[in-house]
């Protein structure tokens, strides 16, 4: 009997212990319990894969997906994945992460899921695969305020917390706003936030980020004001008629793609429609990668790149 009530309580203090090493986030308007760390995960598009490998988790992943398809991964993206494999060069289909095996998919609305699609949190979750949503791309599913670059904070934050490397992820974040703050507080600061138009593609009507897409988070953490941050949307195409009538004093070009952002701001720089903008009389445009305009760690980067663009005359 002594002998088995100590089984017994042995059972019930590893239980405890099982208990209370799981571990619940917020993924938009879910919440997601993991009762250990992911060991198969894969993750979509080149700045999600990114974030988990600045937590050093490429030994937890089989793989990633939505690269090589849309853009090119810079030389190093192409290291930090070399021992990965592509699964899938756009989205990834649904049997695709099953035959993966894999028990963890990153990814967000429009970077590798689509609403109603084949591939979501629930579709996934028959097949023991859980999912954790980009931050930025909730809006897709619910009601969220502006982006901001907590947005991208929150999603470090929670990969730590789902892979049990929340120091490291800690350490990010406080080392990325100390960066940020150190950097523009060293610059000179414009008497008004200069007035700025993203220019993602698109010649008959531009595609560019409208209150809900991270480039309106980083122009305004670099002193500027997004002409379209009242544009209820992420990303989507708007009217040049509505670019000239709030004239933009400096355009981001965001670079990916087949035509160039050399070849974007030569459309611009020679479309008599554009002539009058400030920013096109002052030839004041700003390149900004796929990577550093989207959800990532190279938005430390982007928002010293704009920062800086934004303070010279």
């Given at each position: 009997m002594k002998r088995l009530m100590i089984g017994m309580i042995s059972s019930l203090v590893v239980c405890a212990d099982l208990a209370?090493?799981?571990?619940?986030?917020?993924?938009?308007?879910?919440?997601?319990?993991?009762?250990?760390?992911?060991?198969?995960?894969?993750?979509?598009?080149?700045?999600?894969t990114e974030m988990m490998l600045v937590l050093g988790l490429a030994d937890r992943m089989v793989g990633y997906t939505g690269i090589s398809g849309w853009k090119t991964l810079d030389e190093k993206m192409r290291a930090g994945v070399k021992a990965l494999p592509e699964l899938s060069a756009?989205?990834?289909?649904?049997?695709?992460?099953?035959?993966?095996?894999?028990?963890?998919?990153?990814?967000?609305?429009?970077?590798?899921?689509?609403?109603?699609?084949?591939?979501?949190?629930?579709?996934?979750?028959?097949?023991?695969?859980?999912?954790?949503?980009?931050?930025?791309?909730?809006?897709?599913?619910?009601?969220?305020?502006?982006?901001?670059?907590?947005?991208?904070?929150?999603?470090?934050?929670?990969l730590g917390a789902i892979f049990d490397v929340e120091e490291k992820a800690a350490e990010l974040v406080k080392g990325y706003k100390s960066e940020i703050a150190?950097?523009?507080?060293?610059?000179?600061?414009a008497d008004k936030p200069p007035r700025v138009f993203v220019y993602d593609s698109g010649e008959d009507a531009p595609f560019t980020a409208g209150r809900y897409g991270m480039p309106t988070a980083l122009i305004e953490a670099a002193g500027g004001r997004n002409i379209m941050q009242d544009f209820d949307k992420?990303?989507?195409?708007?009217?040049?008629?509505?670019?000239?009538?709030?004239?933009?004093?400096?355009?981001?070009?965001?670079?990916?793609?087949?035509?160039?952002?050399?070849?974007?701001?030569?459309?611009?720089?020679?479309n008599p429609a554009f002539a009058e903008l400030d920013a096109v009389k002052n030839d004041r445009f700003v390149t900004l990668e796929y990577v550093e305009a989207t959800p990532g760690p190279r938005n430390i980067q982007a928002i010293k790149t704009l920062a800086k663009a934004f303070s010279s005359k």
């Open positions: 209370m090493a799981a571990t619940t986030v917020n993924s938009c308007n879910r919440t997601v319990t993991f009762e250990e760390p992911p060991k198969r995960a894969i993750s979509n598009d080149v700045n999600l756009k989205y990834p289909t649904k049997e695709v992460l099953i035959g993966a095996d894999a028990d963890f998919f990153f990814a967000g609305w429009n970077y590798g899921m689509k609403v109603g699609g084949e591939v979501t949190p629930e579709t996934l979750a028959p097949f023991d695969i859980k999912v954790y949503e980009l931050t930025e791309s909730c809006t897709h599913i619910m009601e969220k305020g502006k982006a901001t670059i907590d947005d991208m904070y929150a999603d470090i934050t929670n150190s950097f523009t507080d060293s610059l000179e600061k992420s990303w989507a195409t708007v009217t040049w008629e509505e670019v000239v009538e709030r004239n933009p004093e400096i355009i981001v070009i965001v670079n990916y793609g087949k035509v160039t952002a050399e070849q974007k701001r030569k459309y611009m720089m020679s």
